[in-house]
Protein backbone atom coordinates (compact mmCIF):
# COMPACT_ATOMS: atom_id res chain seq x y z
CA UNK A 1 0.00 0.00 0.00
CA UNK A 2 2.81 2.46 1.08
CA UNK A 3 4.58 1.98 -1.96
CA UNK A 4 1.27 2.16 -4.37
CA UNK A 5 0.64 5.40 -2.85
CA UNK A 6 4.43 6.92 -3.45
CA UNK A 7 4.18 6.03 -6.79
CA UNK A 8 0.18 7.77 -7.12
CA UNK A 9 1.74 10.82 -5.87
CA UNK A 10 4.94 10.61 -7.94
CA UNK A 11 2.42 10.80 -10.80
CA UNK A 12 0.24 13.10 -9.55
CA UNK A 13 3.34 15.08 -9.21
CA UNK A 14 4.12 14.66 -12.89
CA UNK A 15 0.52 15.20 -14.16
CA UNK A 16 0.28 18.94 -12.36
CA UNK A 17 3.80 19.85 -14.15
CA UNK A 18 2.48 18.53 -17.32
CA UNK A 19 -0.42 20.27 -16.76
CA UNK A 20 1.12 23.78 -15.97
CA UNK A 21 3.58 23.32 -19.10
CA UNK A 22 0.95 22.79 -21.70
CA UNK A 23 -1.84 24.68 -20.53
CA UNK A 24 -0.50 27.60 -18.51
CA UNK A 25 -0.71 30.70 -20.21
CA UNK A 26 1.98 31.50 -23.40
CA UNK A 27 4.80 33.28 -22.87
CA UNK A 28 4.69 36.96 -24.71
CA UNK A 29 6.33 36.53 -28.48
CA UNK A 30 9.16 38.65 -30.01
CA UNK A 31 7.75 41.72 -31.29
CA UNK A 32 6.74 41.92 -34.51
CA UNK A 33 9.36 42.33 -37.39
CA UNK A 34 9.19 46.02 -39.07
CA UNK A 35 7.21 44.47 -42.25
CA UNK A 36 4.19 42.69 -39.47
CA UNK A 37 4.35 46.25 -37.66
CA UNK A 38 3.78 48.39 -40.74
CA UNK A 39 0.44 46.37 -41.87
CA UNK A 40 -0.60 46.00 -38.70
CA UNK A 41 -0.29 49.86 -38.52
CA UNK A 42 -1.75 49.91 -42.25
CA UNK A 43 -4.56 47.81 -40.94
CA UNK A 44 -5.68 50.68 -37.72
CA UNK A 45 -5.05 53.63 -40.25
CA UNK A 46 -9.17 55.06 -42.31
CA UNK A 47 -9.47 53.43 -45.40
CA UNK A 48 -8.55 56.30 -47.99
CA UNK A 49 -10.31 55.95 -51.05
CA UNK A 50 -9.48 54.56 -54.16
CA UNK A 51 -10.34 53.61 -57.64
CA UNK A 52 -12.53 50.72 -58.27
CA UNK A 53 -14.48 48.98 -61.19
CA UNK A 54 -18.31 49.79 -61.30
CA UNK A 55 -20.91 48.96 -63.25
CA UNK A 56 -23.53 50.75 -64.57
CA UNK A 57 -26.72 50.44 -62.80
CA UNK A 58 -29.49 52.59 -65.42
CA UNK A 59 -30.50 49.61 -67.27
CA UNK A 60 -29.51 45.92 -69.30
CA UNK A 61 -28.60 48.16 -72.73
CA UNK A 62 -25.57 49.61 -70.64
CA UNK A 63 -24.70 46.08 -68.52
CA UNK A 64 -22.13 45.80 -71.14
CA UNK A 65 -20.56 48.84 -71.37
CA UNK A 66 -17.19 50.14 -70.16
CA UNK A 67 -17.24 50.83 -66.19
CA UNK A 68 -16.51 53.70 -65.42
CA UNK A 69 -13.49 54.53 -62.86
CA UNK A 70 -14.78 56.00 -59.50
CA UNK A 71 -13.67 55.84 -55.90
CA UNK A 72 -14.69 53.92 -52.74
CA UNK A 73 -17.29 55.12 -50.57
CA UNK A 74 -16.99 54.00 -46.81
CA UNK A 75 -19.98 54.38 -44.51
CA UNK A 76 -19.94 54.76 -40.74
CA UNK A 77 -22.33 53.10 -38.51
CA UNK A 78 -23.00 53.63 -34.81
CA UNK A 79 -25.21 52.17 -32.38
CA UNK A 80 -25.09 51.90 -28.60
CA UNK A 81 -23.45 48.85 -29.07
CA UNK A 82 -20.46 49.23 -31.83
CA UNK A 83 -19.13 51.45 -34.50
CA UNK A 84 -18.73 49.92 -37.42
CA UNK A 85 -17.36 51.14 -41.28
CA UNK A 86 -18.80 49.15 -44.56
CA UNK A 87 -17.20 49.38 -47.62
CA UNK A 88 -19.43 49.96 -50.86
CA UNK A 89 -16.96 48.13 -52.73
CA UNK A 90 -18.24 44.33 -52.29
CA UNK A 91 -19.68 45.85 -49.95
CA UNK A 92 -18.28 44.31 -46.70
CA UNK A 93 -17.32 45.26 -43.29
CA UNK A 94 -13.92 46.99 -43.29
CA UNK A 95 -14.43 47.79 -39.13
CA UNK A 96 -15.81 46.78 -36.87
CA UNK A 97 -15.45 48.25 -32.75
CA UNK A 98 -16.97 47.28 -30.00
CA UNK A 99 -17.72 50.16 -27.52
CA UNK A 100 -18.66 47.70 -24.32
CA UNK A 101 -15.51 46.02 -24.71
CA UNK A 102 -11.83 47.63 -24.64
CA UNK A 103 -8.01 46.37 -25.65
CA UNK A 104 -7.14 46.73 -21.73
CA UNK A 105 -8.54 47.58 -18.32
CA UNK A 106 -7.82 51.56 -18.61
CA UNK A 107 -10.97 53.01 -19.03
CA UNK A 108 -9.50 54.98 -22.05
CA UNK A 109 -7.76 52.64 -23.83
CA UNK A 110 -9.22 52.23 -27.62
CA UNK A 111 -12.56 49.50 -28.43
CA UNK A 112 -11.84 46.15 -29.53
CA UNK A 113 -11.21 45.81 -33.01
CA UNK A 114 -13.11 42.88 -34.43
CA UNK A 115 -11.79 43.50 -37.84
CA UNK A 116 -7.89 42.48 -37.49
CA UNK A 117 -6.56 42.58 -40.84
CA UNK A 118 -3.51 42.64 -42.71
CA UNK A 119 -3.83 45.33 -45.65
CA UNK A 120 -5.55 48.39 -46.37
CA UNK A 121 -7.82 46.25 -48.87
CA UNK A 122 -9.49 43.69 -47.22
CA UNK A 123 -13.04 43.52 -45.85
CA UNK A 124 -13.28 41.62 -42.59
CA UNK A 125 -17.21 39.94 -43.71
CA UNK A 126 -18.91 40.16 -47.12
CA UNK A 127 -21.81 38.21 -48.57
CA UNK A 128 -22.78 38.07 -51.81
CA UNK A 129 -24.19 35.96 -54.81
CA UNK A 130 -21.37 34.30 -56.51
CA UNK A 131 -21.93 35.06 -60.19
CA UNK A 132 -20.27 38.22 -59.68
CA UNK A 133 -18.92 37.77 -56.35
CA UNK A 134 -16.00 35.98 -57.27
CA UNK A 135 -15.56 37.75 -60.56
CA UNK A 136 -16.25 41.40 -59.17
CA UNK A 137 -15.42 41.22 -55.43
CA UNK A 138 -14.64 44.99 -55.40
CA UNK A 139 -17.68 45.65 -57.52
CA UNK A 140 -18.83 49.47 -56.60
CA UNK A 141 -22.78 49.40 -55.09
CA UNK A 142 -24.49 52.81 -54.64
CA UNK A 143 -25.28 53.15 -50.82
CA UNK A 144 -26.61 56.18 -49.30
CA UNK A 145 -24.77 58.99 -48.27
CA UNK A 146 -23.51 60.09 -44.83
CA UNK A 147 -23.73 57.98 -41.46
CA UNK A 148 -25.83 55.74 -40.09
CA UNK A 149 -26.52 56.08 -36.61
CA UNK A 150 -29.04 54.64 -34.14
CA UNK A 151 -29.92 55.70 -30.69
CA UNK A 152 -32.26 53.58 -28.07
CA UNK A 153 -35.33 55.14 -29.11
CA UNK A 154 -34.64 54.62 -32.66
CA UNK A 155 -34.78 51.32 -31.91
CA UNK A 156 -33.45 49.89 -35.84
CA UNK A 157 -31.83 50.96 -39.22
CA UNK A 158 -31.28 49.92 -42.28
CA UNK A 159 -28.66 50.62 -45.09
CA UNK A 160 -28.67 49.59 -48.76
CA UNK A 161 -26.28 48.83 -51.41
CA UNK A 162 -27.49 48.27 -54.77
CA UNK A 163 -25.49 47.80 -58.32
CA UNK A 164 -25.63 45.96 -61.60
CA UNK A 165 -22.71 43.99 -63.20
CA UNK A 166 -21.79 43.94 -66.81
CA UNK A 167 -23.86 40.66 -67.24
CA UNK A 168 -27.08 42.22 -66.60
CA UNK A 169 -27.26 41.41 -62.71
CA UNK A 170 -29.13 43.41 -60.33
CA UNK A 171 -27.79 42.94 -57.01
CA UNK A 172 -29.39 44.91 -53.89
CA UNK A 173 -28.29 44.27 -50.36
CA UNK A 174 -29.93 45.57 -47.63
CA UNK A 175 -28.68 45.48 -43.85
CA UNK A 176 -30.82 46.31 -40.80
CA UNK A 177 -29.73 46.82 -37.78
CA UNK A 178 -30.83 47.06 -34.17
CA UNK A 179 -29.77 49.47 -31.28
CA UNK A 180 -29.96 46.73 -28.36
CA UNK A 181 -28.20 43.82 -30.39
CA UNK A 182 -25.19 42.48 -32.39
CA UNK A 183 -27.07 41.14 -34.95
CA UNK A 184 -27.08 42.21 -38.51
CA UNK A 185 -30.20 40.96 -40.65
CA UNK A 186 -28.83 40.92 -44.25
CA UNK A 187 -30.90 40.57 -47.37
CA UNK A 188 -29.70 39.98 -50.75
CA UNK A 189 -31.81 40.58 -53.71
CA UNK A 190 -30.65 39.56 -57.11
CA UNK A 191 -32.62 40.02 -60.29
CA UNK A 192 -31.87 38.69 -63.59
CA UNK A 193 -32.07 41.39 -66.57
CA UNK A 194 -30.62 39.83 -69.00
CA UNK A 195 -31.57 37.55 -71.60
CA UNK A 196 -29.64 34.41 -70.54
CA UNK A 197 -29.63 32.47 -67.52
CA UNK A 198 -27.50 33.21 -65.13
CA UNK A 199 -25.94 30.40 -62.46
CA UNK A 200 -24.22 31.31 -59.32
CA UNK A 201 -24.71 30.79 -55.60
CA UNK A 202 -25.01 32.96 -52.43
CA UNK A 203 -21.77 32.48 -50.37
CA UNK A 204 -20.41 34.24 -47.47
CA UNK A 205 -16.37 35.24 -46.65
CA UNK A 206 -14.86 35.94 -43.20
CA UNK A 207 -11.25 37.08 -42.58
CA UNK A 208 -9.07 37.75 -39.78
CA UNK A 209 -5.21 37.77 -38.69
CA UNK A 210 -4.86 35.27 -35.93
CA UNK A 211 -3.21 37.15 -32.98
CA UNK A 212 0.58 35.97 -31.61
CA UNK A 213 -0.86 34.85 -28.72
CA UNK A 214 -4.62 33.58 -27.13
CA UNK A 215 -5.75 35.89 -24.61
CA UNK A 216 -6.54 32.62 -22.24
CA UNK A 217 -5.87 28.89 -21.20
CA UNK A 218 -8.32 26.82 -23.18
CA UNK A 219 -9.21 29.21 -25.57
CA UNK A 220 -9.70 28.53 -29.01
CA UNK A 221 -8.77 31.15 -31.89
CA UNK A 222 -9.68 30.43 -35.91
CA UNK A 223 -12.45 29.45 -38.40
CA UNK A 224 -15.30 27.10 -36.63
CA UNK A 225 -18.47 25.63 -38.21
CA UNK A 226 -21.67 24.12 -36.71
CA UNK A 227 -21.69 21.36 -39.41
CA UNK A 228 -24.60 18.49 -38.96
CA UNK A 229 -25.41 20.03 -35.38
CA UNK A 230 -22.21 19.25 -34.68
CA UNK A 231 -19.34 21.98 -33.65
CA UNK A 232 -16.30 21.82 -35.94
CA UNK A 233 -13.09 24.13 -34.91
CA UNK A 234 -10.66 23.57 -37.71
CA UNK A 235 -7.18 24.19 -37.21
CA UNK A 236 -5.55 25.21 -40.64
CA UNK A 237 -2.08 25.30 -41.24
CA UNK A 238 -0.23 24.72 -45.01
CA UNK A 239 -3.30 22.38 -46.35
CA UNK A 240 -6.56 24.63 -47.32
CA UNK A 241 -9.59 22.40 -45.58
CA UNK A 242 -12.62 21.80 -48.05
CA UNK A 243 -15.65 20.14 -45.84
CA UNK A 244 -19.54 19.48 -47.05
CA UNK A 245 -22.65 19.42 -45.24
CA UNK A 246 -25.66 20.75 -43.77
CA UNK A 247 -24.39 24.55 -42.23
CA UNK A 248 -25.90 26.14 -40.17
CA UNK A 249 -23.36 28.97 -39.54
CA UNK A 250 -19.90 29.75 -40.39
CA UNK A 251 -17.41 32.07 -38.26
CA UNK A 252 -14.11 32.98 -37.10
CA UNK A 253 -13.80 33.69 -33.20
CA UNK A 254 -10.90 34.50 -30.58
CA UNK A 255 -10.70 33.78 -27.09
CA UNK A 256 -13.53 36.27 -26.11
CA UNK A 257 -15.31 37.53 -29.29
CA UNK A 258 -16.88 35.89 -32.36
CA UNK A 259 -17.59 37.03 -36.15
CA UNK A 260 -20.72 34.69 -37.36
CA UNK A 261 -22.28 34.65 -40.66
CA UNK A 262 -25.87 32.74 -40.24
CA UNK A 263 -27.80 31.83 -43.23
CA UNK A 264 -31.53 32.28 -41.98
CA UNK A 265 -31.98 28.16 -42.15
CA UNK A 266 -29.56 25.55 -41.90
CA UNK A 267 -28.36 25.22 -46.05
CA UNK A 268 -26.76 22.38 -48.03
CA UNK A 269 -22.97 24.24 -48.96
CA UNK A 270 -19.26 23.47 -49.20
CA UNK A 271 -16.85 24.85 -46.89
CA UNK A 272 -13.32 25.85 -47.53
CA UNK A 273 -10.56 26.93 -45.08
CA UNK A 274 -7.00 28.72 -46.25
CA UNK A 275 -4.76 30.41 -44.33
CA UNK A 276 -1.83 33.03 -46.06
CA UNK A 277 1.49 33.40 -44.67
CA UNK A 278 0.63 36.40 -43.68
CA UNK A 279 -1.07 33.86 -40.97
CA UNK A 280 -4.47 35.62 -42.63
CA UNK A 281 -6.88 33.25 -42.44
CA UNK A 282 -10.32 33.16 -44.73
CA UNK A 283 -12.96 30.87 -44.55
CA UNK A 284 -15.44 30.80 -47.78
CA UNK A 285 -19.10 29.11 -47.34
CA UNK A 286 -20.82 28.57 -50.71
CA UNK A 287 -24.42 27.19 -50.75
CA UNK A 288 -25.79 25.44 -53.36
CA UNK A 289 -25.75 26.60 -56.91
CA UNK A 290 -28.97 28.76 -57.87
CA UNK A 291 -29.92 29.20 -61.25
CA UNK A 292 -32.18 32.47 -61.95
CA UNK A 293 -34.08 32.61 -65.37
CA UNK A 294 -34.35 35.56 -67.62
CA UNK A 295 -36.17 38.54 -65.63
CA UNK A 296 -36.17 36.33 -63.00
CA UNK A 297 -35.45 36.98 -59.37
CA UNK A 298 -33.66 35.23 -56.38
CA UNK A 299 -33.08 36.16 -52.46
CA UNK A 300 -31.01 34.78 -49.69
CA UNK A 301 -31.65 35.94 -45.97
CA UNK A 302 -28.32 36.05 -43.90
CA UNK A 303 -28.15 37.48 -39.92
CA UNK A 304 -24.40 38.53 -38.88
CA UNK A 305 -23.11 38.33 -35.50
CA UNK A 306 -20.42 40.52 -34.37
CA UNK A 307 -19.63 40.20 -30.58
CA UNK A 308 -18.68 38.57 -27.60
CA UNK A 309 -19.12 35.21 -27.20
CA UNK A 310 -20.85 35.84 -24.30
CA UNK A 311 -23.20 32.51 -23.09
CA UNK A 312 -26.15 34.32 -22.79
CA UNK A 313 -26.12 36.84 -25.63
CA UNK A 314 -25.13 33.91 -27.69
CA UNK A 315 -28.64 31.91 -26.62
CA UNK A 316 -30.56 34.94 -27.29
CA UNK A 317 -29.64 34.96 -30.83
CA UNK A 318 -30.14 31.94 -31.62
CA UNK A 319 -29.75 29.58 -34.35
CA UNK A 320 -27.43 27.32 -32.23
CA UNK A 321 -24.47 30.32 -31.98
CA UNK A 322 -24.08 28.85 -27.80
CA UNK A 323 -22.69 26.15 -29.37
CA UNK A 324 -19.72 28.57 -30.39
CA UNK A 325 -18.69 28.24 -26.57
CA UNK A 326 -17.27 24.66 -25.91
CA UNK A 327 -15.53 23.20 -22.72
CA UNK A 328 -14.56 20.64 -24.36
CA UNK A 329 -15.37 16.83 -22.03
CA UNK A 330 -16.55 19.09 -19.23
CA UNK A 331 -19.10 20.86 -21.15
CA UNK A 332 -21.92 19.12 -19.61
CA UNK A 333 -20.72 20.30 -16.17
CA UNK A 334 -19.30 23.72 -17.02
CA UNK A 335 -22.35 25.28 -18.75
CA UNK A 336 -24.69 24.86 -15.87
CA UNK A 337 -21.50 26.37 -13.49
CA UNK A 338 -21.66 28.96 -15.78
CA UNK A 339 -25.22 30.15 -15.27
CA UNK A 340 -25.61 29.46 -12.18
CA UNK A 341 -22.48 32.24 -11.81
CA UNK A 342 -24.19 34.42 -13.75
CA UNK A 343 -27.34 34.35 -11.61
CA UNK A 344 -25.61 34.82 -8.60
CA UNK A 345 -24.15 38.39 -10.52
CA UNK A 346 -27.58 39.42 -11.65
CA UNK A 347 -28.02 39.75 -7.70
CA UNK A 348 -24.51 40.55 -7.05
CA UNK A 349 -22.94 42.17 -9.60
CA UNK A 350 -19.61 41.49 -8.64
CA UNK A 351 -18.41 38.55 -10.15
CA UNK A 352 -15.65 37.53 -7.29
CA UNK A 353 -18.73 37.87 -5.34
CA UNK A 354 -20.39 35.66 -7.94
CA UNK A 355 -17.15 32.92 -7.84
CA UNK A 356 -17.56 33.14 -3.73
CA UNK A 357 -21.43 31.94 -3.93
CA UNK A 358 -20.80 29.28 -6.35
CA UNK A 359 -17.29 27.81 -4.43
CA UNK A 360 -20.04 27.87 -1.37
CA UNK A 361 -22.69 26.22 -3.45
CA UNK A 362 -20.17 23.34 -5.12
CA UNK A 363 -19.43 23.08 -1.68
CA UNK A 364 -22.47 22.11 -0.02
CA UNK A 365 -23.76 20.30 -2.49
CA UNK A 366 -20.36 17.73 -1.94
CA UNK A 367 -20.75 18.09 2.10
CA UNK A 368 -21.85 14.76 2.38
CA UNK A 369 -19.23 12.91 0.43
CA UNK A 370 -16.23 15.02 1.50
CA UNK A 371 -17.81 14.78 5.30
CA UNK A 372 -17.39 11.03 5.21
CA UNK A 373 -13.71 11.37 3.48
CA UNK A 374 -12.63 13.77 6.66
CA UNK A 375 -14.68 11.23 8.62
CA UNK A 376 -12.25 7.75 6.91
CA UNK A 377 -8.91 9.94 7.71
CA UNK A 378 -9.77 10.34 11.67
CA UNK A 379 -10.60 6.69 11.55
CA UNK A 380 -7.92 5.90 9.78
CA UNK A 381 -5.56 7.75 11.96
CA UNK A 382 -6.90 5.76 15.02
CA UNK A 383 -5.66 2.75 13.57
CA UNK A 384 -2.05 3.87 12.50
CA UNK A 385 -0.61 2.62 15.56
CA UNK A 386 -1.69 -1.12 15.39
CA UNK A 387 -1.19 -1.25 11.71
CA UNK A 388 2.48 0.24 12.65
CA UNK A 389 2.66 -3.46 14.33
CA UNK A 390 1.37 -5.03 11.97
CA UNK A 391 3.75 -4.05 9.28
CA UNK A 392 6.38 -4.92 11.46
CA UNK A 393 5.27 -8.13 12.57
CA UNK A 394 5.17 -8.99 8.74
CA UNK A 395 8.09 -7.45 6.97
CA UNK A 396 8.91 -10.16 4.67
CA UNK A 397 5.92 -11.46 4.21
CA UNK A 398 3.41 -9.39 1.92
CA UNK A 399 0.69 -11.68 1.29
CA UNK A 400 0.59 -11.78 5.02
CA UNK A 401 0.53 -8.44 5.33
CA UNK A 402 -2.49 -7.44 3.39
CA UNK A 403 -4.27 -10.46 4.69
CA UNK A 404 -4.16 -9.11 8.04
CA UNK A 405 -4.59 -5.38 6.97
CA UNK A 406 -7.76 -6.14 5.59
CA UNK A 407 -8.69 -8.12 8.49
CA UNK A 408 -8.06 -4.91 10.45
CA UNK A 409 -10.19 -2.76 8.08
CA UNK A 410 -13.24 -5.44 8.48
CA UNK A 411 -12.94 -5.41 12.31
CA UNK A 412 -13.69 -1.59 12.73
CA UNK A 413 -15.39 -1.35 9.57
CA UNK A 414 -13.19 1.21 8.03
CA UNK A 415 -12.97 1.27 4.23
CA UNK A 416 -9.51 3.07 3.43
CA UNK A 417 -11.11 4.13 -0.11
CA UNK A 418 -13.59 5.87 1.14
CA UNK A 419 -11.33 8.72 1.58
CA UNK A 420 -10.57 9.20 -1.54
CA UNK A 421 -13.81 8.30 -3.62
CA UNK A 422 -15.41 11.47 -2.86
CA UNK A 423 -12.60 13.22 -4.22
CA UNK A 424 -12.21 11.32 -7.09
CA UNK A 425 -15.90 11.92 -8.33
CA UNK A 426 -15.35 15.90 -7.49
CA UNK A 427 -12.49 16.07 -10.32
CA UNK A 428 -14.85 16.75 -13.65
CA UNK A 429 -16.34 19.75 -11.58
CA UNK A 430 -13.04 21.31 -10.55
CA UNK A 431 -11.94 20.95 -14.53
CA UNK A 432 -15.44 22.12 -15.21
CA UNK A 433 -14.72 25.09 -13.09
CA UNK A 434 -11.25 25.98 -14.24
CA UNK A 435 -12.50 25.79 -18.05
CA UNK A 436 -14.56 28.38 -16.70
CA UNK A 437 -13.06 30.80 -14.92
CA UNK A 438 -9.64 30.57 -17.38
CA UNK A 439 -12.11 31.50 -20.55
CA UNK A 440 -15.50 32.76 -19.53
CA UNK A 441 -15.76 36.64 -21.10
CA UNK A 442 -17.44 37.16 -18.00
CA UNK A 443 -14.28 37.67 -15.95
CA UNK A 444 -12.81 39.55 -18.84
CA UNK A 445 -11.58 43.42 -17.35
CA UNK A 446 -13.80 42.24 -13.92
CA UNK A 447 -12.77 43.89 -11.20
CA UNK A 448 -13.40 41.67 -7.71
CA UNK A 449 -11.93 44.05 -4.74
CA UNK A 450 -8.61 46.08 -3.74
CA UNK A 451 -5.77 45.47 -5.90
CA UNK A 452 -7.89 42.52 -7.85
CA UNK A 453 -9.36 44.47 -10.83
CA UNK A 454 -8.97 41.53 -13.45
CA UNK A 455 -10.20 38.70 -12.53
CA UNK A 456 -9.04 36.54 -16.06
CA UNK A 457 -5.54 37.93 -15.33
CA UNK A 458 -2.95 37.06 -12.40
CA UNK A 459 -3.11 38.95 -9.37
CA UNK A 460 0.00 41.05 -8.84
CA UNK A 461 -0.20 43.70 -6.21
CA UNK A 462 2.20 46.60 -7.14
CA UNK A 463 4.33 46.41 -10.41
CA UNK A 464 8.22 45.38 -10.47
CA UNK A 465 10.55 47.09 -13.22
CA UNK A 466 11.91 43.92 -14.00
CA UNK A 467 10.63 40.42 -14.64
CA UNK A 468 10.44 37.57 -12.50
CA UNK A 469 11.30 34.10 -13.78
CA UNK A 470 8.37 31.93 -14.14
CA UNK A 471 5.66 34.26 -13.95
CA UNK A 472 4.26 36.35 -16.70
CA UNK A 473 4.65 39.67 -16.94
CA UNK A 474 3.93 42.09 -15.22
CA UNK A 475 5.62 41.16 -12.79
CA UNK A 476 4.68 41.51 -9.07
CA UNK A 477 3.62 39.86 -5.37
CA UNK A 478 0.77 37.15 -5.99
CA UNK A 479 -0.81 37.97 -2.67
CA UNK A 480 -4.32 35.97 -3.69
CA UNK A 481 -1.35 32.75 -4.67
CA UNK A 482 0.18 33.14 -1.65
CA UNK A 483 -2.77 33.19 0.37
CA UNK A 484 -4.13 30.31 -1.46
CA UNK A 485 -0.77 28.22 -0.57
CA UNK A 486 -1.02 29.29 2.71
CA UNK A 487 -4.70 27.40 3.06
CA UNK A 488 -3.17 24.71 1.55
CA UNK A 489 -0.70 24.58 4.22
CA UNK A 490 -3.18 25.00 7.08
CA UNK A 491 -4.95 22.20 5.69
CA UNK A 492 -1.90 19.86 5.46
CA UNK A 493 -1.56 20.22 9.01
CA UNK A 494 -4.81 19.61 9.86
CA UNK A 495 -4.91 16.30 7.89
CA UNK A 496 -4.00 12.76 9.56
CA UNK A 497 -0.37 12.31 9.51
CA UNK A 498 0.28 9.18 7.01
CA UNK A 499 1.86 6.29 8.27
CA UNK A 500 4.88 6.69 5.97
CA UNK A 501 6.84 9.91 7.18
CA UNK A 502 7.94 9.59 2.98
CA UNK A 503 4.10 10.31 2.51
CA UNK A 504 4.07 13.07 4.84
CA UNK A 505 6.91 14.95 3.68
CA UNK A 506 5.63 14.84 -0.33
CA UNK A 507 2.37 15.75 0.97
CA UNK A 508 3.97 19.00 2.75
CA UNK A 509 5.66 19.59 -0.66
CA UNK A 510 2.16 20.04 -2.06
CA UNK A 511 1.20 23.76 -1.53
CA UNK A 512 4.98 24.70 -2.19
CA UNK A 513 4.30 22.75 -6.10
CA UNK A 514 0.75 24.52 -6.76
CA UNK A 515 1.36 27.66 -5.55
CA UNK A 516 3.94 27.64 -8.28
CA UNK A 517 1.01 26.11 -10.90
CA UNK A 518 -1.13 28.80 -9.73
CA UNK A 519 0.98 31.71 -9.63
CA UNK A 520 0.36 32.61 -13.23
CA UNK A 521 -3.01 31.56 -13.10
CA UNK A 522 -6.13 33.91 -13.79
CA UNK A 523 -7.19 35.61 -10.32
CA UNK A 524 -10.74 34.01 -10.29
CA UNK A 525 -9.49 30.38 -10.65
CA UNK A 526 -7.22 31.48 -7.59
CA UNK A 527 -9.84 32.88 -5.51
CA UNK A 528 -12.06 29.77 -6.23
CA UNK A 529 -9.33 27.71 -4.73
CA UNK A 530 -8.59 29.49 -1.34
CA UNK A 531 -12.78 30.24 -1.12
CA UNK A 532 -12.50 26.52 -1.30
CA UNK A 533 -9.87 25.49 1.00
CA UNK A 534 -11.11 27.75 3.50
CA UNK A 535 -14.52 26.00 3.54
CA UNK A 536 -12.34 22.87 3.76
CA UNK A 537 -10.29 24.04 6.94
CA UNK A 538 -13.98 25.07 8.82
CA UNK A 539 -15.32 21.41 7.70
CA UNK A 540 -12.10 19.71 8.64
CA UNK A 541 -12.15 21.68 12.31
CA UNK A 542 -15.95 20.83 13.32
CA UNK A 543 -15.34 16.77 12.32
CA UNK A 544 -12.32 17.17 14.42
CA UNK A 545 -13.47 18.63 17.85
CA UNK A 546 -16.20 16.55 17.45
CA UNK A 547 -15.86 13.43 20.32
CA UNK A 548 -14.96 10.25 18.54
Known amino acids: M ?13 VLVGWSLLFGPEQAKPPATENQATEQQKAKEPPTERPVEVAASSGAEQARSVPPQVSEKM ?11 FSSAGPGIKSFKLKGYRET ?5 PYIELANLPGS ?17 KLLFQSQDGPVRIDTASGHAELRFKAQTPEGLILTKTFRFHSNSYVIDLTIEVENRSEKPAAG ?19 YVGLVLLKDGKLEELEIEKEDKVLNGELRWMAYEDSYFISAAIPENPIKASFKGTKQSSGLLEGRMTAQETVIPPGGKADARFMLYLGPRDLGILSQAGHGLEQSIDFGWTDIIAKPLLYVMRFFYGYMPNYGVAIILLTILVKILFWPLTHKSYKSMKEMQKLQPIMAKIRERHKGNKEELNKELMNLYKTYKVNPMSGCLPMIIQ ?23 LWINDLSAPDR ?34 TPTPGDPSQAKIMMFLPIIFNFMFINF ?27
Not at 2 to 14: G, M, N
Not at 105 to 109: G, R, T, V
Not at 121 to 137: A, C, E, K, P, V
Request: proline share 8%; no cysteine.
Open 2 to 14: DKRTIIAFVLSFA
Open 522 to 548: PSGLVLYWLVNNILSIGQQYRIQKRPA
Open 121 to 137: NDLHMQIGFTDSYRSYG
Open 201 to 219: AFAADVRALTPQSKASYYS
Open 427 to 449: IPVFFALFRILGSAIELRHAPFM
Open 461 to 494: LFSFPFDIPLMTPPSGIPVLTLLMGASMFIQQKM
Open 105 to 109: IDPNS
Open 75 to 85: VEVETPLYKAI
